[in-house]
């Protein structure tokens, strides 16, 4: 059913069922919530499919789509699905029915409001996406362990960077912290290197979605 008048109505790219492949989360089967719309333009985002289109749905529908697959872990993403304003109750609707929830967000918006139950997946965007001005680092106060920090790299310059953040921020005492090359601009085993040389305490992490199915978007 789509939304009717008055109904909390959120717009929804896909909801499929994968294997989680970022965060601590990774190889976990999971629900994705992939909802439209992001007011950033990363220049290495490899979901611009949802920046626009999807499909209106009540929050209800949404629920019950997620309910066919069985499956106890949910991820929202995007897009930036906080740019929608239904994303706050679709999250804790969906911890209220029992699942374990995160949510993949740019770190461009603010952070504060999203349900205490959810493990927020945050981004630090560096220089080369080209939306770093964006970071909001006001969120950076709101994380607890059960959250994350994902910075995604595309070149040593932007690791540099990465670096300094993590030390002048002591980001590792917030949250985990996790590392990734973009693909076919960074190469991984440098990043890994890297990472080892200057003893980061930080994960690293491939998109094991992509090692596993290429660019292919849902199961």
Known sequence: ???????????????????????????????????TGCPLRCVWCDSAYAFSGGETLALADVLARVAQFQCPTVCVTGGE??????????????CDAGYA?????????????????VSRVVDLKAPDSGEAAKNRWENLALLTPRDELKLVLASEADYLWARDVLRQRDLDTLCPVLFAPVQDALDPTQLAE???????PVRFQLQLHKLLWGNARAR
Do not use: N
């Not at 492949?21 to 976990?28: C, D, K, P, Y």
């Not at 949510?103 to 409001?113: K, R, V």
């Not at 890297?194 to 980061?200: A, N, S, T, V």
């Open 1 to 35: 059913m789509t939304a009717g008048p008055g109904a909390a109505a959120l717009r929804v790219t896909e909801i499929f069922h994968s294997l989680q492949g970022e965060s601590t989360r990774v190889g976990l089967p999971t629900v994705f919530v992939r909802l």
């Open 194 to 200: 890297w990472i080892l040389r200057d003893r980061l």
């Open 101 to 117: 929830v995160s949510l993949e967000t740019s770190g461009a918006l603010d952070i504060a409001a999203v349900d205490a139950r």
């Open 81 to 94: 699905p906080l740019a929608q304003k239904a994303c706050l109750p679709l999250l804790t609707a969906l």
